[in-house]
């Protein structure tokens, strides 16, 4: 939503926004960006400067929502994000990238590629980029391009589609199926379902860009009703895009890619094997849509990645990270990376799930999914409204440590974010690295922590 509302105010409108609370580094972009915004719900400020043209709604507008009620009372021209986005940034050649996990980071890569080729893209992703001073950006040419982050989730409230579904994909790169929302999705029949309709809309002068080393992703390139060509990436050696021989350091990424007789070397500054994936299925796509591979290459290398994707606050005494990995499979992903990066050093991990990861459904998936942390820590979690009839309410910090300590020896609650930051303070040892996992931004607690470790 932020990404959205600097657009529009670069287009000419003027923009101002409510949410339940604002949290760096998003709160600092609205600021730098001139942007007025209020937490909690509040009509008289909404409507300060008169009837707005156009409110854009997002999920956490609930159905007793001061400001969407008011809408609705008033006969206000409201709208979802996705239906916003679909108006004013989808364009003739839309380049959509969908998947479970992969896709901020490969339409901020896909982004930039084509702005250095001299493209001049439509384009929104969920993330902050170093190398993209916004993270959307409306172009009235809609006989252009467009580069979009394809979720998943739901529109809204009120249209249960996921948001993908509006956004007409010419060019699809899909890297990754795993069942994810069970909140949105109660079995992984539905959510395999919903990418099946997907891959069934790109029309046949289409193209999709797919990552067939999942097995699932193999499945519906094989059996989804699709007409449009479909080009595979991955390590698996039938892929058409083939990526090899990864290296890592603290620096970042060194591997190569392979199509049909040509060998490509790839470095890259971001971190994380996983990142090969992605930067190999945007060179694909980048590729195939004609873009010189010398230029994508480079484009790669002077890529420097999404905040809050594995990014460094903080080395000295001890290293600190913070990272969007919201679920116990992301959170997985970017332990396993740390622990390459830093085999012998102690880790500590502080995670705060999604709604759809405090699900029932969601368990079985905390099994084994911070065997490469040495703690793992609980804080207070995001309160969520629960609606009476649900049968399986989200469970609560205290729960999610219990099933965590299940299978984890070292797993700690702490409800109040200071005892937090007294505990890693108190126990945290020279070299050890501290990683923030989940969405929510944590109070601001990674921001303290740093300004304390700057201090000594």
Known sequence: ???????????????????????????????????????????EKMIARGTPDLIVVGNVAGSTNPEFVFAQTNNLHYKSYPEVVAEYIVAQHSLVCAGTYGKTSSAALLTYILQQNGFDPSYMFGGLSSNIPDSAHINSNKE??????????????????????????????????????????PTEESYINTFKTLLASVPE?????????????TELTTNAVTKARVISYGKNKTAEYRYDNISQT????????????????????VLGAHMAENICGAFAMAAEIGIDTNIIVQSIANFTGIKRRLEKKYEGFITIYDDLAHSPAKASATLKTLKFIYPTNNIIAIFEPNTGNRKSQSIPGYAHAFVDANEVIIPTL?????????????????????????????ALYIENDPALLAYIKEHAKKEDVVVFLGSHGFRGMIDELVRSYEGK
């Open 382 to 410: 995001t309160k969520l409204k629960v609606d009476e009839k649900d049968t399986d309410p989200p469970f609560d910090g205290r729960a999610l440590c219990d099933i965590i300590a299940k299978n984890h020896t070292h």
């Open 205 to 217: 002068n289409g193209l999709i860009v797919a990552c067939t080393d999942a097995e699932k992703i």
């Open 144 to 185: 252009g391009w467009s580069v979009l982050e394809g979720d998943e989730y739901k529109t809204a409230r009120w249209d249960n589609r996921p948001k993908f579904a509006l956004y007409s994909p010419t060019h699809l790169l899909l890297t990754a199926v795993s069942w994810d929302h069970a909140d949105v999705y």
């Open 250 to 269: 603290t620096d970042g990424l060194h591997f190569n890619i392979y199509h049909n007789t040509q060998e490509y070397t790839i470095h890259s500054a």
């Open 1 to 43: 939503m932020s990404a959205l509302a600097i657009a529009f105010k670069n287009a000419g409108w003027h923009v101002t926004g409510s949410d339940v609370g604002f949290f760096p580094p998003i709160s600092t972009y609205l600021e730098k960006n001139n942007i007025a915004f209020y937490p909690g719900w509040h009509v």
